[in-house]
């Protein structure tokens, strides 16, 4: 006569696979999910370092041939439409923000945990300015480097 079932043996060997599976699938997310929180909060200083770009790159493209300086500390003219004259422009960094401010106007932040800007002109032909950009951010040990070189649109 036959016993239905499973010997003890059996039974802790199955208990004994499905633990080592078990591991090695923990593992396996345990991984992923700490990849996943060390992505994070590098996506979001990378959003933020991209709109701050993109805010000094508006801003610097429109400025007067020879009307600005190089460094962290930039100042420049862009012209004004609306009376037919100029706005004076000032970009710096202080602290690990970003502020912008026309005209004597207050400075606004326009970012914030930026370690690095900087704003180097290269004469590259007579009548254009070439000036490159470079913006690095730091949020967590999370550090994002942005650069570029930009043709200024006024050839005055």
């Given at each position: 006569?036959?016993?239905?079932?499973?010997?003890?043996?059996?039974?802790?060997?199955?208990?004994?696979?499905?633990?080592?599976?078990?591991?090695?699938?923990?593992?396996?997310?345990?991984?992923e999910?700490?990849?996943?929180?060390?992505?994070?909060?590098?996506?979001?200083?990378?959003i933020?370092?991209?709109?701050?770009?993109?805010?000094?790159?508006?801003?610097?493209?429109?400025?007067?041939?020879?009307?600005?300086?190089?460094?962290?500390?930039?100042?420049?003219?862009?012209?004004?439409?609306?009376?037919?004259?100029?706005?004076?422009?000032?970009i710096?960094?202080?602290?690990?923000?970003?502020?912008?401010?026309?005209?004597?106007?207050?400075?606004?932040?326009?970012?914030?945990?930026?370690?690095?800007?900087n704003?180097?002109s290269?004469?590259?032909?007579?009548?254009?300015?070439?000036?490159?950009?470079?913006?690095?951010?730091?949020?967590?040990?999370?550090?994002?480097?942005?650069?570029?070189?930009?043709?200024?649109?006024?050839?005055?």
């Amino acid at each position: 006569m036959k016993k239905k079932g499973f010997t003890l043996l059996e039974v802790v060997l199955v208990v004994l696979l499905i633990g080592i599976i078990a591991g090695f699938i923990g593992g396996f997310l345990y991984q992923e999910i700490n990849f996943y929180n060390l992505l994070i909060p590098r996506r979001e200083v990378k959003i933020e370092n991209k709109l701050i770009f993109e805010r000094i790159l508006k801003e610097i493209k429109d400025a007067y041939k020879n009307s600005y300086n190089s460094g962290n500390n930039i100042r420049f003219k862009i012209p004004y439409t609306t009376f037919k004259g100029y706005t004076s422009v000032r970009i710096y960094l202080s602290s690990n923000k970003i502020y912008l401010s026309t005209n004597g106007n207050p400075a606004t932040v326009i970012g914030d945990k930026v370690t690095y800007f900087n704003l180097t002109s290269i004469r590259w032909y007579p009548e254009r300015d070439l000036v490159r950009v470079r913006l690095v951010s730091n949020v967590n040990n999370n550090t994002l480097e942005q650069q570029t070189e930009i043709f200024l649109r006024n050839t005055r």
